[in-house]
Structures are given as structure tokens and as C-alpha cells.
């Protein structure tokens, strides 16, 4: 054994014992800046490639320039196309697939389930219920109501913090166990109401339908006004927790003799999860697999931390998102093929392709 | 260092201690002996914060109750026995989680955090597996880097549950010695659970024999590791000899009084 000395001892009342430190030669997991850029340029590369490609051809220097407000040769149609329809469904799908990737594995690292995603606690049966009942309430055959964002964030919301109440009425105070139960539970409730209400009314199953799959085909400045701020502030939140996450994941026992309130973190980790996906679900439906693959795949070539995850999350889900909604509107257009079919279409094989290659180059642990 | 005053704990309504008073001073070794079942882990628990019960417990001094988490950690380090390691983390970060006291809430660690780090590996001779992936580790590397977390963590308590489960007779050995060595260099409090009561008397000061939740014996290891003690509370046939004054523990099997069946 080494007789190398080690730290002094501390007490409670002295903050740090190394206050003179030396030169570490260990490291901390970090994000590398490689693949800091490499999230960065795939949103760029997504974006810009969403915005050229579409039923009227435009050239991506003319797309760049013009959104540098640099002179372009474009008409005023042109400039209508990119700013008023392309622009903000692009702007939408980043937000959105950044923000349902960052929440799916925020609820990983907090559950420590693999399986969790943003609905794991029945946000998107609460959501789903709460569309179905406004669809439902218009009856008029139109399209969908202009009530029906405010119904999905509510119904997300609600379905959530009954799940919460229940699995803590239930579990005690650290069941991650008895959290997950409940929000099967009440996912499994409000879906059998959902389908109830919904075979009650038969004439709205297709708007219905429609909206559960998700879609970002409406998608406008309002769309992307309404889902900012509280993406922005789960963003924040979940974020400033990518090193208590790390810390959660030995358990909640070990991680309160490190001195975090296990029960606590998870709470707010939740709460802004769950916000975050609210708003995104409020705004573009039902759009399943991107809160799992997407963390997935940054775990298997990236690194586990969720210093490395959270960001590496938010980067490639807007990305991944961006290029789904390109594939779903361009591949059978005129037509547009249901966002959620892409995502899962494509993305599922494509995750299989990962976990099979960095197996076999040892890329994961 | 640590006081603990008529604790008890309970669970489900069933007393699991009883009562337990134990006083612990500065830079002693205290090894919690007794059956299965006696309470050994839950007076481990309730000194480190896990296991709520009824009772005063001071720490260095200072009220338990009185500390917050941070506070109490930087009291208090635990070696679990059966420790929750993270899927795919290096042994740097998993040692780095005991920095976690020292390390505002919602920021990252900075240049002393790594310094601390730096120095349990190389306490623990570890600093050549600083990179690698704690599941690669043998058994023996693997308690040593818990104990590093809990060096790391800087606490002048470590509580350690059953730290040589699981280890040949070698690597228990030498994890022993290597805490009771890191005991002496910082003065550290150091309170184990053993099953093992031969390596219990030997490396310990002071032994605390439990059973049903409350102390039944409580002195040097030659006052605990006696064959009556032994008989009475383990219902074990038992001898023991000495071995430099500390008691060594041998089981025996009582000889066969009828012929074997043909």
C-alpha cells in the first residue's frame, strides 16, 4: 500500500481542508468540447436543412443570408416561406425534441430506470384525455380547438401531480418504486376514460387520432412564443441538477450521508420535467421515443454522467426532431406521414445500430 | 465524538433497538459485534442520519439534530456494505461523489475537490485505476475505492458496515490494515459491524456485543470474546485461544455421539 499521506480531517464547521490545492491529475467527467460541437453543428445542419427542403425550392446560401439579414435574391414569397412557415416549424421542432430529450433523461437519471420517459408519470394520458374531452366539447367537425394546448398542459400537469400524490401517499417518502407504479396506474386510468369518451363520439376519433400522434405541421411564431419560456426555465432547472443527478444515481440513502435531500431534488427535478413536457405536448402532441433514444444513444457513444447526458440531450433531441419532421413532411408530400411514426420508424432501428457498434468497438462500459 | 443517548429505533412497530446508550471518543476503533438481527446495522443507521429513531446522538460535539445534511456529512462518512455503483462510472468520479459536501448544491467541483480526490487514490493506491470503470475492479480494489470516497469525504468519523463481506482472508486482512493505518495517520473515529469476531478482536480497540437492540457486553475484546458470551448470545460452541493477548475465535463441531447408520 502506498504511504502517501491523504487529506487532513475536517469538521462541520471548517468549509474545505484543501484550501491550497495542487495541481490535480485527476479529472471529472466533463462534457468534451468535440462533442459539444458536434451537438451544436447537428442542431445548425438540422435547422438549415428543414428550412431548404420543402415543396419550393430555395438555396441554402440564400436561406443563411437571409436570416443573417443579408441581401438575398428571394421574392417576398420566398421570404414569407422561410420566416413565416419553415422558420418556426424548424425553431419548434428543436424546442420541442430538445426539450422531451432532456426531460426523458432527467426522469432516467432520477428514477434510475432506464425505461422512464417524460410520460412515465402519465403526462401524456393526462394530456391525451384532456384533447379528447375539448375535441370532444367543440363538436362543430372543425379543426382542432384552439383550447386544446391549454387542455394538454393541463391534463399533462394534472395527471402528473396525481401520480406523484399517490405514489408518496403510498410508497413513503423515497419509493421511486411506488412513483412509478402510480403513474402506470394513473396512465392506465385516463387512458380507459380517453378511450371511453372517445368511442362515445365517434365522429371526432380521426382529430383525435391526428393529435396523439403528434404534429408539428401547424406549428407557428405562436406555437413557438407559447413554448419558450418554459422550455427555457426547465432547461434551467434541469441543467443546474446534472451533477446532483450523478449523485442520486447510488441511491437515496448514500446520497443523503453525502449531504443531498434525495426526496427534495427529485421533487423539483419532477416538477420542472414535468413542466417541460406539458408545454411541449401542449403544443405539438404526442410525439413518443425521442425522450429514450435520444439519451440512449449520447449514454452509449458519449459517456454516462449526466453532465455529459443532460446537454448532449437537449443538442441532438432538437436535431433528431428537426430531421424527423423533414422526413415526415417530404417523404409521401404532399402528403405529411404523423410525426410520432417517424420518430419511432426510424429512430428505433437507428438506436439498434448504435447499441450493436459500440458494443463491438467497446465504446460503452 | 460520537454520543448517542438512550437511542431507539423501530420498525413497522417492532423495536429494533432498545435504548442503546454509547459513547465513542476521538480516534477510537469500535467494532459492533452480535447475531443476526441483534441491531448492529440499524446503530450504524441511526449514527449516520439513515435510521430515525428516538434518543440524542452528538457529533463532535454538536447535536445531531441540530446539523444539516452538508453539515453532517462533513461529520460523518458511511461505507455501505452493499454500496449502489452508478452503470459505467470511473472509480475518479464515484471517489468524487465524496467531495459532494463541500460542493455547492447546484455547481461543480472545483481545483481543491480534485486535489481531494487525488489524494485518497493515492492513500488507497488507486491513482492507476483513476480512469477505470469501478465494474472492471476485483473485490478487494473495489472496498479499497469505497473507502477512498469516504477519505475523500474528509469526515472525522467513518462508519464502515461490514467492510471485509465478501473479501478472501487476504484482502480482508489488508483492508483492515489499511483503515486502521489511515486511523492513525488522521485520527479517526472509526465504528465497524463484523460478523468475523476473530478480525473484530483484533483490529478493534473496544467491542460493543449487541442482541435483541440493546448492549450486553461492552469492553476490550478480550472481556467480549469470551466462551460464555459467546455460548450465551450466539448459541455457538466456541473456543478461544489467544494470540498476543488478542483473542482468537475458533468454532468447533461437538463430536457425534451415536454410530452412523449402516
Given at each position: ?114 425505461l422512464a420517459d417524460p410520460y412515465l408519470l402519465g403526462a401524456a394520458a393526462g394530456a391525451g384525455l384532456g384533447v379528447t374531452v375539448v375535441i370532444v366539447g367543440a363538436a362543430d367537425g372543425a379543426a382542432t380547438p384552439a383550447a386544446a394546448p391549454i387542455a394538454a398542459f393541463a391534463g399533462a ?209 | ?173 489488508q483492508v483492515l490494515e489499511l483503515v486502521d493505518r489511515l486511523r492513525r495517520h488522521h485520527d479517526l473515529t472509526v465504528v465497524t459491524t463484523m460478523h468475523d469476531l476473530t478480525l473484530a478482536g483484533q483490529y478493534a480497540e473496544r467491542l460493543l456485543l449487541l442482541d435483541g437492540g440493546r448492549i ?47
Amino acid at each position: 500500500m502506498s504511504t502517501v499521506l491523504p487529506p487532513p480531517v475536517a469538521s462541520a464547521a471548517e468549509p474545505d481542508t484543501h484550501a491550497a490545492p495542487r495541481a490535480p491529475v485527476v479529472r471529472a467527467a466533463r462534457l468534451r468540447p468535440a462533442w459539444l460541437i458536434t451537438g451544436v453543428a447537428s442542431v445548425l445542419v438540422a435547422g438549415v436543412a428543414g428550412l431548404v427542403v420543402g415543396p419550393a425550392h430555395l438555396a441554402p446560401v440564400d436561406v443563411v443570408r437571409d436570416l443573417a439579414g443579408l441581401h438575398t435574391g428571394l421574392g417576398p414569397q420566398q421570404v414569407a416561406i422561410i420566416e413565416q412557415i419553415r422558420l418556426p416549424r424548424v425553431v419548434l421542432g428543436l424546442l420541442v425534441g430538445g426539450t422531451l430529450s432532456l426531460c426523458g433523461a432527467s426522469y432516467q437519471g432520477v428514477f434510475r430506470n432506464p425505461l422512464a420517459d417524460p410520460y412515465l408519470l402519465g403526462a401524456a394520458a393526462g394530456a391525451g384525455l384532456g384533447v379528447t374531452v375539448v375535441i370532444v366539447g367543440a363538436a362543430d367537425g372543425a379543426a382542432t380547438p384552439a383550447a386544446a394546448p391549454i387542455a394538454a398542459f393541463a391534463g399533462a400537469l394534472g395527471a402528473v401531480a396525481l401520480a406523484y400524490g399517490l405514489g408518496r401517499a403510498s410508497g413513503g417518502r423515497t419509493s421511486t418504486a411506488s412513483l412509478i407504479l402510480a403513474g402506470v396506474a394513473v396512465a392506465s386510468f385516463l387512458t380507459a376514460v380517453q378511450t371511453y369518451v372517445q368511442q362515445r363520439n365517434q365522429d371526432t376519433i380521426r382529430q383525435v387520432y391526428t393529435w396523439i400522434l403528434g404534429r408539428l405541421s401547424t406549428a407557428g411564431w405562436h406555437d413557438v412564443l407559447v413554448l419558450l419560456p418554459y422550455a427555457v426555465v426547465t432547461w434551467i432547472v434541469l441543467l443546474a441538477h446534472r451533477r446532483v443527478l450523478d449523485v442520486l444515481a447510488v441511491g437515496d440513502d448514500e446520497a443523503s450521508t453525502l449531504g443531498v435531500h434525495a426526496r427534495r431534488t427529485r421533487l423539483v427535478v419532477i416538477v420542472a420535467a414535468s413542466l417541460g413536457t406539458a408545454a411541449a405536448v401542449s403544443v405539438s402532441g404526442l410525439i413518443a421515443f425521442v425522450g429514450i433514444i435520444v439519451p440512449h444513444t449520447v449514454r452509449l457513444l458519449a459517456g454516462r454522467s449526466h453532465r455529459v447526458v443532460l446537454p448532449l440531450s437537449l443538442l441532438f433531441g432538437g436535431a433528431f426532431l428537426c430531421v424527423a419532421d423533414l422526413l415526415a413532411r417530404t417523404l409521401s408530400s404532399p402528403a405529411e406521414i404523423p410525426i410520432g411514426v417517424v420518430t419511432a420508424f426510424f429512430g428505433a432501428p437507428f438506436f439498434i445500430l448504435v447499441l450493436r457498434s459500440s458494443r463491438r468497438l467497446g465504446v460503452t462500459s | 465524538m460520537i454520543d448517542c443517548r438512550a437511542a431507539t429505533v423501530s420498525y413497522d412497530g417492532h423495536p429494533v433497538l432498545r435504548g442503546v446508550d454509547v459513547h465513542v471518543a476521538r480516534g477510537e476503533w469500535l467494532s459492533i459485534v452480535g447475531p443476526n438481527g441483534a441491531g448492529k446495522s440499524t446503530l450504524l443507521r441511526f449514527v449516520a442520519g439513515l435510521a430515525p429513531g428516538t434518543g440524542e446522538l452528538f457529533l463532535g460535539g454538536r447535536r445531531a439534530a441540530s446539523l444539516s445534511r452538508r453539515e453532517r456529512a462533513r461529520l460523518v462518512a458511511l461505507v455501505p456494505q452493499s454500496p449502489v455503483i452508478p452503470e459505467g462510472a470511473r472509480v475518479a468520479d464515484y471517489v468524487l461523489l465524496g467531495r459532494t459536501p463541500y460542493i455547492p448544491a447546484l455547481g461543480v467541483e472545483g481545483p481543491s475537490d480534485l486535489a481531494a480526490v487525488h489524494d485518497a487514490l493515492a492513500s488507497l493506491d488507486l491513482l492507476a485505476f483513476a480512469d477505470r470503470i469501478v465494474t472492471t475492479l476485483s473485490g478487494g480494489e473495489r472496498q479499497r475505492m469505497l473507502i477512498a470516497r469516504a477519505l475523500a469525504q474528509g469526515s472525522p468519523i467513518v462508519l464502515l458496515d461490514e467492510p471485509t463481506t465478501a473479501l478472501d482472508v487476504g484482502h480482508q486482512q489488508q483492508v483492515l490494515e489499511l483503515v486502521d493505518r489511515l486511523r492513525r495517520h488522521h485520527d479517526l473515529t472509526v465504528v465497524t459491524t463484523m460478523h468475523d469476531l476473530t478480525l473484530a478482536g483484533q483490529y478493534a480497540e473496544r467491542l460493543l456485543l449487541l442482541d435483541g437492540g440493546r448492549i450486553v457486553v461492552d469492553g476490550s475484546p478480550s472481556d467480549v470474546l469470551t466462551e460464555a458470551n459467546l455460548a450465551r448470545y450466539y448459541g455457538a460452541r466456541i473456543r478461544i485461544i489467544h494470540d498476543g493477548g488478542k483473542p482468537v475465535v475458533l468454532p468447533y463441531r461437538e463430536e457425534h455421539t451415536h454410530e452412523p447408520q449402516r
